[in-house]
């Protein structure tokens, strides 16, 4: 008779049939309930693997999530191989799961002119002692899809990573771009150097046919449109 393993732990399984791996390579929604409770627990009994295990948890609750949620530390204690740690480990989980459904989804703030974007930074740079860059990433219906701090300090060419911009652009899947800096000193005169940024930035950007929208500088109460002045 063929011995049984000495363990069902998911980092001994065949890189195809790893939870973690599948979701690594093919995607969350590529993984089953059970697949995705098994990444919780991370190794099952010595009887069953860790899938094996949540697929019978998930069998007693009608395979409803929901239903899984309202058992207590002690009832999912019950299933061999789950102990406190594990037991807790899930409860947390779907927890998460079922506060994240009551929140109303974020609504992204849509860019309409220069004024949306003061709105939008001058809170965040418009008071520092410092100077802040920001690059905010835009999606096709110029919405907000996220903003960075590029660099802090003196701004200079050289601190600008054209590369790590467009990278972000691509991952985050923004169509345009809109650059954001500080002056602490109040002056809203664009300098040679934020000059060639916005030009450096621009010509790169447009490869990928990603448009830079504008180039503001943001002070405690006013600010400087690059694309307002038509010098963007």
């Known amino acids: 008779m ?9 980092k001994n399984w065949s890189q195809d049939d790893q939870p973690r791996e599948k979701l690594l390579y093919k995607g969350k929604a590529a993984l089953s309930d059970a697949e995705l409770v098994a990444i919780l627990i991370g190794s099952g009994n010595k009887d069953e693997s860790a899938v094996a295990l949540c697929k019978r948890i998930l069998a007693s609750v009608d395979n409803n999530l929901s239903e899984l949620g309202k058992l207590s530390i002690k009832q999912l204690m ?8 594990k037991a807790i480990t899930i409860a947390a989980a779907l927890e998460l799961g079922r506060r994240r459904r009551g929140e109303e989804a974020l609504e992204k703030k849509k860019i309409t002119s ?11 740079i418009g008071e520092l002692h ?20 590029l660099s802090k300090g003196g701004i200079t060419g050289t601190l600008v990573d054209v590369r790590l911009v467009l990278k972000n652009a691509l991952q985050v899947g923004a169509t345009s771009l809109i650059l954001a800096h500080n002056h602490p000193s109040g002056t809203l005169k664009p300098s040679e150097a934020d000059k060639q940024i916005t030009a450096k930035l621009k010509n ?4 990928l046919d990603i448009k830079v929208l504008d180039h503001l500088i943001i002070t405690e109460k006013a600010y400087f449109s690059f694309a307002d002045e038509t010098i963007l």
């Open 204 to 207: 790169a950007a447009q490869s």
């Open 2 to 10: 063929q011995e049984k393993p000495s363990s069902f732990s998911i």
């Open 130 to 149: 410092h100077e802040e860059f920001w690059i905010i990433y835009l999606n096709n219906s110029n919405k907000v899809i996220q903003k960075n701090q």
């Open 78 to 85: 019950e299933f061999k191989g789950i102990g406190e740690a």
């Open 114 to 124: 220069s004024m949306s974007v003061f709105e939008l930074m001058q809170p965040i």
